[in-house]
């Protein structure tokens, strides 16, 4: 764009300034076409980036969730003053409030709704609303009005942009893992499918459709109709004859972890690092021996509060009592604990002392607050904001990569390889599920994983060595008919002791 076109003629600039009086700020400008005063004289402007002659730089707007009205629930911006539909005055019902407890309550309750709604899920939740919403607008159709048969369209038109590849039956690459080069479609996976199915019945719920479908009068909740279970059904059948097995995430196990902790302290002997970057290799270096230590989710131990973390008498360990979390809440607490070790280069405690104190000395006091912290968009600052797991994720890969060592890992495989080196190293299972904080036994088996190292050669051995051993199973079978019941256990005993 040239300059003349980002500005105003000098001609319509004076009819401007005759009609509606002198201008004192533009507020979208450069320095280079900022507006001039009748003086010629440049005027006070500011620009999307720092510049010599600006004000200040223009600040780019955050992302809040949308909000309801609450007489058409027509969805309008976060803290609108008037409804885009009914025209409702939301600023004077907020602010014109008589009672000066009510207007308190009002901010409460606004506080409470946004807790909930600023969740992953929520942000999820209401993403794919809005790409349904404008689907059926698409249909000439709303929520309100749609069917089974929208629940499924909206699902083949996802269909083709998902990552699991369904490999034909008689493809070189069926049965494997990844994306290949060959022909074979990629399909949304089945639970990807199930995830979104819960969160659109959800929807339809909020809306006033009820939890059932009734196919006699074509009426209730789409999602929960039988053409759409059949539709998951096919998905999961056609998923399962392909070989598509749940993913795992890749174990990251301590060799490779070591490697990471011993090439961060090299970095932290750099003298040319700046201040950020030791700052965020302090906090790395202790959260992810923390991370292998305890077998916590990354998301789970950034929202891990300094509060929350004691150490032992004679500092021999520490203690985090976790409450907040994916599965925490409602009084449920996680609480686990991590030990001092001879090796420093792996031990969780001198690497979470190490970040607090190297943290202090660059003038970032953790007293109080979320323990693991982010830095700013410039990164000049370190704010009061937990690290999120992307966060975590991408400076794992950064440091694997370096290293020529990444294959596929993140900070999920951590997790699973304390759980499998607790399996292989003869901890009691539910000990092991009280440190990590599984409630079920079936969590304990499908991180581990020992049921495909151990349990499925157990068996086989076993018939092996009766076949080899020549043991008397078809006499003893045949004999079951007139033996009594007081001589099976004793029959039994001599089939598996031959």
């Not at 709704?113 to 059926?136: P, T, W």
């Not at 719920?205 to 759409?228: F, H, I």
């Not at 690290?387 to 890969?397: F, M, Q």
């Amino acid at each position: 764009m040239s300059k003349a076109d980002a500005k105003l003629s000098d001609e319509y600039w004076r009819f401007v300034e005759d009609k509606f009086g002198p201008h004192s700020i533009d507020l979208m400008a450069l320095d280079s076409n900022v507006m001039l005063d009748s003086n010629g004289q440049p005027l006070k402007h500011f620009t999307p980036f720092p510049c010599k002659s600006s004000s200040g730089a223009n600040i780019p707007r955050m992302w809040l969730p949308p909000e309801r009205c609450s007489v058409c629930n027509h969805v309008n911006d976060y803290g609108f003053n008037f409804c885009q539909s009914c025209g409702r005055d939301n600023l004077g019902q907020q602010t014109g409030l008589d009672n000066g407890d009510d207007y308190i309550v009002e901010k409460r309750l606004d506080y409470l709704n946004l807790m909930i709604s600023s969740s992953e899920y929520m942000r999820k939740k209401s993403a794919l609303e809005k790409q349904f919403e404008l689907f059926l607008k698409s249909l000439g159709k709303c929520v309100l009005t749609a069917t089974p048969r929208d629940v499924t369209q909206i699902f083949g038109h996802k269909d083709g942009k998902g990552k699991t590849q369904i490999h034909d039956l008689n493809c070189k690459n069926f049965g494997k893992f990844g994306t290949f080069t060959c022909n074979c479609p990629c399909r949304l996976a089945a639970g990807t499918v199930k995830s979104y199915l819960g969160q659109l019945k959800s929807i339809f719920e909020l809306s006033g459709r009820g939890d059932k479908w009734y196919d006699a009068t074509s009426g209730g909740n789409p999602a929960c109709s039988l053409e759409v279970k059949n539709y998951l059904k096919a998905i999961q059948l056609e998923q399962a004859k392909s070989h598509v097995q749940q993913k795992q995430a890749k174990p990251l196990f301590l060799g490779k972890l070591k490697s990471v902790c011993e090439y961060l302290d090299a970095r932290l002997q750099n003298p040319s690092l700046s201040l950020a970057e030791k700052y965020v290799v302090l906090r790395d270096q202790a959260f992810f021996k923390l991370q292998y230590f305890s077998g916590d989710r990354a998301n789970d131990l950034g929202l891990v509060l300094i509060q929350e973390v004691k150490r032992f008498q004679g500092s021999s360990g520490i203690i985090f009592s976790h409450t907040v979390g994916k599965t925490l809440g409602n009084g449920k607490v996680n609480e686990f604990s991590v030990f001092r070790m001879e090796d420093k280069v792996i031990c969780p405690v001198f690497a979470l002392e190490r970040y607090i104190e190297g943290a202090k000395n660059l003038g970032v006091t953790i007293e109080t607050g979320y323990l693991f912290r982010t830095l700013n968009l410039n990164r000049t600052m370190v704010l009061d904001m937990p690290v999120s797991s992307s966060t975590i994720n991408d400076r794992l890969k950064k440091y694997l990569t370096k290293l020529c060592l990444y294959e596929g890992e993140t900070p999920h495989g951590i997790r699973g390889a304390c759980a499998i080196t607790m399996a292989l190293s003869g901890i009691n299972t539910h000990d092991a599920m009280d440190h990590i904080g599984w409630s079920s036994n079936s969590s304990f088996k499908r991180y581990s994983r020992i049921s495909k190292m151990v349990g499925r050669g157990s068996v086989g051995s076993l018939m092996r060595n009766i076949v080899q051993n020549n043991n008397p199973v078809e006499s003893v079978f045949e004999s079951l008919s007139t033996t009594k019941i007081f001589e099976l256990d004793t029959m039994f005993f001599l089939v598996l002791n031959v």
